[in-house]
């Protein structure tokens, strides 16, 4: 069962960047897209960013400006650059292959990785 593998997360300060990473498990040549999700305590899982294969980006209100998302087809991997943290940023982050139309995403994967956890303090 083929699953994502993400890396780069933290305990960080309120203000401070983090730099994560995904390795996608698969070849990019049939990824549409791939997305970019967190899941905070006692909450849903909730799309973070989406990038797609044109180079289309989809960002959540709450993190426009701030984060930056990027994918390296050659690696199968994706970034996701996250400036400006605040302590509401705090979530296990996932990464997917997606599907995205419009500003719609979803998991095209039924399975996750283990995603990597975010700690922003203030």
């Known amino acids: 069962q083929v699953q994502s593998v993400e890396s780069g997360g933290g305990l960080v300060q309120a203000g401070d960047s983090l730099r994560l990473s995904c390795a996608a498990g698969e070849s990019s040549f049939n990824i549409n897209a791939m997305g970019w999700y967190r899941q905070a305590p006692g909450k849903q899982r909730e799309l973070v960013a989406a990038?797609?294969?044109?180079?289309?980006?989809i960002y959540d209100d709450s993190v426009k400006g701030r984060f930056t998302i990027s994918r390296e087809n050659a690696k199968n991997t994706v970034y996701l650059q996250m400036d400006s943290l605040k302590p509401q940023d705090t979530a296990v982050y996932y990464c997917?292959?997606?599907?995205?139309?419009?500003?719609?995403?979803?998991?095209?994967?039924?399975?996750w990785g283990r995603g990597t956890q975010v700690t922003v303090s203030s």
């Open positions: 997917n292959p997606s599907y995205c139309s419009g500003s719609e995403c979803y998991s095209t994967r039924d399975s």
């Open positions: 990038m797609t294969k044109s180079g289309h980006t």
